[in-house]
Structure formats: C-alpha cells, structure tokens
Nanobody, 115 residues
Framework: QVQLVESGGGLVQAGGSLRLSCAAS????????MSWHRQVPGQQRELVAF???????YYADSVKGRFTISGDSDKNTLSLQMNSLKQGDTAVYFC?????????WGPGTQVTVSS
C-alpha cells in the first residue's frame, strides 16, 4: 500500500510562483513513474507533467516553459515548480504514482491564482 500526500498549494497572484511537493510513503517499492495532474470542477482531470524512471519529462503544452517537474527516487518525492502562474492554472493539483500494475493518487492540493 502506498500513500501520497501533496503540499505547497495556496493562493498566489498572477505572475507569481508556487512549488508543490508530493511525498510517497508506505511499502518500499520501486516507483515506475510519477506525474502531476489538475482538475477544475466540472472538467476532466488533465495531465500537467510526467517524469519517468529515467528522468525523462513531459509537459502539457499549456505549462511548457513555466513548470518544472523533478523527482527524488531515493526519497520517493516529487516536486512541481510553477512559475509565471496564470488564472487558468487555478485547479486542484494531484500527485500520481505508477507502481506496476497500479496507479496511486494523493488527495490533492488547491492552487488558486488571482488577478
């Protein structure tokens, strides 16, 4: 069993920065990949950024150049540095871990970007 907990969300003005963190605890397992997703009420959850076991990263077009995903495989932690935030980035952000064959989700952390 693996538990994920996100932290670092909050309220920030447009143009500002936030850093989200995700800590994985529980059984000592090898995490294949981790990612950040976000969801706005009434809309589908969308992938924001992904990092594979080899450190390869993928970003949604909407955040490319502004967000940076990083992970520490020894500590089983994941971060998302978010710069130049826009009101459109307002959402609940979820951490996800893929440990074959299962996927695990954190409860989410709210990010609100004001004008």
């Amino acid at each position: 069993q693996v538990q994920l907990v996100e932290s670092g969300g909050g309220l920030v003005q447009a143009g500002g920065s936030l850093r989200l963190s995700c800590a994985a605890s529980g059984s000592r397992v090898s995490i294949n990949a981790m990612s950040w997703h976000r969801q706005v009420p009434g809309q589908q959850r969308e992938l924001v950024a992904f990092i594979g076991g080899g450190g390869d990263a993928y970003y949604a077009d909407s955040v490319k150049g502004r967000f940076t995903i990083s992970g520490d495989s020894d500590k089983n932690t994941l971060s998302l540095q978010m710069n130049s935030l826009k009101q459109g980035d307002t959402a609940v952000y979820f951490c996800n871990a893929f440990i074959a064959p299962n996927m695990y989700w954190g409860p989410g952390t709210q990010v609100t970007v004001s004008s």
